[in-house]
């Protein structure tokens, strides 16, 4: 009994086509229904290359040559568009065959492959993104043009808590809306910190195999989210007084140094007060520790509000406080934002049911007549302070 090659073809569940010089498809078995959406009537007398991946053309026109050419190929592999519109991807042998004038071609459909293949590549990327990350804007812009290489989506947005505050959003004019909007929680074991967005295509929705990988991307983006957090509270900690939140002896001199090389580079003089408080071991003492923490931090409040916002109030420790002005150009200026602050930290302090009587002394040392380098501006504001405590001693009756 004979059978028909055809008829045999129609039994593979791979493309078969049969396919003349010029490009014209002679034959295709009935797998293309099944892998690309169309009868086998409906390719049939088409151009072959009317339903490759556009992006493929190039590399798929240099392949047929070869082909033509009396070279057999195995394993090329390119792009197809379904009926639908969605892409295929196909894995190809091919030969020409001289006595028929027909290049054979069988395609296997290796989507399924290519999306667990493009699945791993994708979350390997978000990962190495999410350890080499230097900044959130960095990253979720390297999230976003990632996640595009497996899900089709026309917009991207990141909100951060509290809020929600929108920090990133790409390829749409509209707002991230909930209701036309897959969203995602970013979050970790102790805390939400916001949400991944995305606006998907038309009417689409998310395979099961990409909501993991948004998952994924979430749970990363919110472990960067908290290591800036935290870089950033342990430079904060590294860099300021904890009890006051002032600046530390350490940042202090970062910006005195920043002062003293702008001073120079626009002819400006600039002024170091330096502040102790007086018998504050006795408030220790009397009223306990507890009392003489606020009792700081209240000292620090007030030198704070009188001061110009481009003036750095620093704690060096203590009870010692130290302000750096500048742009002051003579003593008296500098004494005058002294005895504001002098007067501050006398008016009566309320702590814990009793009233308080805080004062205490300031020296003041100006750039550059007094000292042209920190060490020696301290030095000089340090002496001069403690000669304002001996003045102010000796007054006691």
Sequence with gaps: MEISQHRLADLLLDLVFLVEKDGRIAFVNKASI??????????????????????????????????????ARFGFENR???KDGRSVHLQWSAHWSSEEQLRIGVARDISERKRIEQRQATLLA??????????????????????RQLIPFQGFAVLLEPGPQLVYHSGTDSAPATDDWYAVPMSSATAVTGQLRLQLTGAGSLLMAERDVLQFAAGQAAAVIQRFA?????LHSARH??????????????????????????????????????????????????????VLQAVAARIAGNVRGMDTV????????????????????????????THAIEAPLALDGVSLDISASIGIALYP?????????????????????????????
């Design 34 to 71: 099944q892998t690309l959406g169309y009868e086998p009537e409906e390719m049939i007398g088409r151009n072959i290359r009317d339903f490759v991946h556009p992006d493929d053309l190039a590399k798929t026109g240099a392949e047929m040559s070869h082909v033509v050419s009396s070279r």
């Design 369 to 397: 007549n007094d000292g042209a380098s920190i060490d020696q501006l301290m030095r000089c504001a340090d002496q001069a302070m403690y000669l304002s405590k001996a003045q102010r001693r000796a007054q006691l009756p």
């Design 230 to 234: 935290l870089q950033s509270e342990l």
């Design 241 to 294: 007084d904890e009890l006051t939140g002032l600046p530390n002896r350490r940042l202090f001199q970062d910006r005195m140094q920043t002062a003293i090389a702008r001073c120079n580079r626009n002819a400006v003089g600039g002024a170091i007060l330096f502040i102790d408080l007086d018998r504050f071991k006795d408030i220790n003492d009397h009223f306990g520790h507890g009392t003489g923490d606020k």
């Design 80 to 82: 197809y568009l379904r």
């Design 126 to 147: 978000l990962s190495t993104l999410a350890q080499n990350a230097h900044s959130l804007d960095e990253l979720f812009a390297a999230f976003d043009a990632a996640l």
């Design 314 to 341: 620093a704690r060096l420790g203590g009870d010692e406080f130290v302000v750096l002005l500048e742009g002051v150009a003579a003593r008296d200026q500098a004494q005058a934002t002294a005895d504001k602050i």
